[in-house]
C-alpha cells in the first residue's frame, strides 16, 4: 500500500512513520521529515506537474540554492540534484511538461533548469531582482513570466536574451501568480491587479483590495469547469480574502476571514497576529491551506465557509506550501522568516520541509463558519 494513498493512516497522528510518540516542537504533526533541507530559509515549494511519472519535489531557498528530491510511495525522498544562483532563490516553478525547472533569484537573473542533463543557463537578467515566476503555456511559445520587484511584469521567450513584452505596474510587486490565461499580482500601497494572458498579454482589471494591511501571498482558483475564476488573497495581519473575478452577487459571494491569530477568532481578548506566508489550493476538491508565522498550517473549505483543520505548532514560522498533482500529499516547510526581526534568527537552528497525508483532510464539508 502506497505511503501516501488514500486509504493510510499516515501523516495523521499516532507514531508516524520514525515511530516517535514523544512531543517535538520542530515536527508535532509527526510527519514525514524530507532528507538534505536547505541550509538557510526556504522561500519556495513545488511538486512536478502529472506529466512527469511519480513525485518530484523542488525548493528553493536563501541559501542560493534550489534542490530537487524525489519522492517515494513509501514515504523516503531521495535528493537528486542541485543548483545554485549566486543570490537567494525566491521563487521556483516546473515547466509543463515536468522536463526543467525555472528559478528567479536576488541575483537578478532567471534561469530555466534542465532536469535531464541537470545543467542551468540564465534565460533572463535586469537591472532590478525578481519577486517572482511562473512558467506559462501559450498555443504558440513556451514563455516564463516574470515579476520585477521595481515595476514591470516581463514575458520572456526561452530562446530569446530579451523579453518580448514588458507591462508597467504602477507599484512594486509583492506577489503573484498564475493559472493560463489569468495572471494576479499583488503590489506595494495594497495594489491589485489582474492581467489576461490569450493572445496579447494585457491589464484586464484593477481591483480595490479587500484587505487593510499589506498584502503577502496571492493563489488562484478555479472553478468546476477547471478554470481560472477567482484568488484568495493573504496579508500580514492574519487575514485571507477570498475574490472572485466576475461574481454572480459581489457582496455575498466575496468574504474575508481571520486566521494564524494566537486564540483563533476569540476577540475578547488581546492577541497576536501574524502573517499568512503562503496559500496553496488543493487540485481536486478546490479547498485550500494556508501557512502563517505562526508555525502552524491551517485547511479551509472556501465553498462552505468553515476551517477544516489547524495544526500544532512548530517551533518556527511555516513559510511556504504546496500539494502534489494528485492531491495526496501536502509539503510545508518549516524556517525563520524574519518576521521578528534579526534579533531572533538562529542560524543554529535547521530548516525542515515536511510532508503529510492529504487525501482526507482536505474533503469539503458542508457547515458554516
Same mark, same amino acid.
Given at each position: 500500500?502506497?505511503?501516501?494513498?488514500?486509504?493510510?493512516?499516515?501523516?495523521?497522528?499516532?507514531?508516524?512513520?520514525?515511530?516517535?510518540?514523544?512531543?517535538?516542537?520542530?515536527?508535532?504533526?509527526?510527519d514525514?521529515?524530507?532528507?538534505?533541507?536547505p541550509?538557510?530559509?526556504?522561500?519556495?515549494?513545488?511538486?512536478?506537474?502529472?506529466t512527469?511519472?511519480?513525485?518530484?519535489?523542488?525548493?528553493?531557498?536563501?541559501?542560493?540554492?534550489?534542490?530537487?528530491?524525489?519522492?517515494?510511495?513509501?514515504?523516503?525522498?531521495?535528493?537528486?540534484?542541485?543548483?545554485?544562483?549566486?543570490?537567494?532563490?525566491?521563487?521556483?516553478?516546473?515547466?509543463?511538461?515536468?522536463?526543467?525547472?525555472?528559478?528567479?533569484?536576488?541575483?537578478?537573473?532567471a534561469?530555466? =533548469? %534542465?532536469?535531464? $542533463?541537470?545543467?542551468? +543557463?540564465?534565460?533572463? *537578467?535586469?537591472?532590478?531582482?525578481?519577486?517572482t515566476? /511562473?512558467? @506559462?503555456?501559450?498555443?504558440?511559445?513556451?514563455?516564463?513570466?516574470?515579476?520585477?520587484?521595481?515595476?514591470?511584469?516581463?514575458? =520572456? %521567450?526561452?530562446? $530569446?536574451?530579451?523579453? +518580448?513584452m514588458?507591462? *508597467?505596474m504602477?507599484?512594486?510587486?509583492?506577489?503573484? /501568480?498564475? @493559472?493560463?490565461?489569468?495572471?494576479?499580482?499583488?503590489?506595494?500601497?495594497?495594489?491589485?491587479?489582474?492581467?489576461?494572458?490569450?493572445?496579447?498579454?494585457?491589464?484586464?482589471?484593477?481591483?480595490?483590495?479587500?484587505?487593510?494591511?499589506?498584502?503577502?501571498?496571492?493563489?488562484?482558483?478555479?472553478?468546476?469547469?477547471?478554470?481560472?475564476?477567482g484568488?484568495?488573497l493573504?496579508?500580514?495581519?492574519?487575514?485571507?480574502?477570498?475574490?472572485?473575478?466576475?461574481?454572480?452577487?459581489?457582496?455575498?459571494?466575496?468574504?474575508?476571514?481571520?486566521?494564524?491569530?494566537?486564540?483563533?477568532?476569540?476577540?475578547?481578548?488581546?492577541?497576536?497576529?501574524?502573517?499568512?506566508?503562503?496559500?496553496?489550493?488543493?487540485?481536486?476538491?478546490?479547498?485550500?491551506?494556508?501557512?502563517?508565522?505562526?508555525?502552524?498550517?491551517?485547511?479551509?473549505d472556501?465553498?462552505?465557509?468553515?476551517?477544516?483543520?489547524?495544526?500544532?505548532?512548530?517551533?518556527?514560522?511555516?513559510?511556504?506550501?504546496?500539494?502534489?498533482?494528485?492531491?495526496?500529499?501536502?509539503?510545508?516547510?518549516?524556517?525563520?522568516?524574519?518576521?521578528?526581526?534579526?534579533?531572533?534568527?538562529?542560524?543554529?537552528?535547521?530548516?525542515?520541509?515536511?510532508?503529510?497525508?492529504?487525501?482526507?483532510?482536505?474533503?469539503?464539508?458542508?457547515?458554516?463558519?
Amino acid at each position: 500500500m502506497s505511503l501516501f494513498g488514500k486509504t493510510t493512516g499516515f501523516g495523521t497522528g499516532g507514531t508516524g512513520v520514525f515511530g516517535s510518540t514523544t512531543t517535538d516542537s520542530h515536527n508535532p504533526m509527526k510527519d514525514v521529515e524530507v532528507s538534505s533541507p536547505p541550509d538557510d530559509s526556504i522561500s519556495c515549494l513545488a511538486f512536478s506537474p502529472p506529466t512527469l511519472p511519480g513525485n518530484f519535489l523542488i525548493g528553493g531557498s536563501w541559501a542560493n540554492d534550489v534542490r530537487c528530491w524525489e519522492v517515494q510511495d513509501n514515504g523516503q525522498t531521495v535528493p537528486k540534484a542541485q543548483q545554485m544562483h549566486t543570490g537567494p532563490v525566491l521563487d521556483a516553478c516546473w515547466s509543463d511538461d515536468g522536463s526543467k525547472v525555472f528559478t528567479a533569484s536576488c541575483d537578478k537573473t532567471a534561469k530555466m =533548469w %534542465d532536469l535531464n $542533463s541537470n545543467q542551468a +543557463m540564465q534565460i533572463a *537578467q535586469v537591472g532590478q531582482q525578481y519577486k517572482t515566476d /511562473d512558467s @506559462v503555456k501559450t498555443l504558440e511559445f513556451q514563455s516564463v513570466l516574470l515579476t520585477q520587484f521595481f515595476l514591470s511584469l516581463q514575458f =520572456w %521567450d526561452t530562446r $530569446s536574451p530579451n523579453p +518580448m513584452m514588458s507591462l *508597467q505596474m504602477p507599484e512594486r510587486c509583492y506577489c503573484a /501568480d498564475v @493559472v493560463y490565461p489569468m495572471a494576479v499580482v499583488a503590489t506595494a500601497e495594497r495594489g491589485l491587479i489582474v492581467y489576461q494572458l490569450e493572445n496579447q498579454p494585457s491589464e484586464f482589471r484593477r481591483i480595490d483590495s479587500p484587505l487593510k494591511h499589506q498584502h503577502r501571498c496571492v493563489a488562484i482558483f478555479k472553478d468546476k469547469q477547471n478554470k481560472p475564476t477567482g484568488f484568495a488573497l493573504g496579508s500580514i495581519e492574519g487575514r485571507v480574502a477570498i475574490h472572485y473575478i466576475n461574481p454572480p452577487n459581489p457582496a455575498k459571494d466575496n468574504f474575508t476571514f481571520k486566521c494564524h491569530r494566537s486564540n483563533g477568532t476569540n476577540t475578547t481578548t488581546p492577541q497576536d497576529i501574524y502573517a499568512v506566508n503562503a496559500i496553496s489550493f488543493h487540485p481536486v476538491h478546490g479547498t485550500l491551506a494556508t501557512v502563517g508565522s505562526d508555525g502552524r498550517f491551517s485547511f479551509w473549505d472556501k465553498d462552505a465557509r468553515t476551517k477544516l483543520k489547524t495544526s500544532e505548532q512548530l517551533d518556527q514560522p511555516i513559510t511556504a506550501c504546496c500539494f502534489n498533482h494528485n492531491g495526496n500529499i501536502f509539503a510545508y516547510a518549516s524556517s525563520y522568516d524574519w518576521s521578528k526581526g534579526h534579533e531572533y534568527y538562529n542560524p543554529q537552528k535547521k530548516n525542515y520541509i515536511f510532508l503529510r497525508n492529504a487525501a482526507e483532510e482536505l474533503k469539503p464539508r458542508n457547515k458554516k463558519w
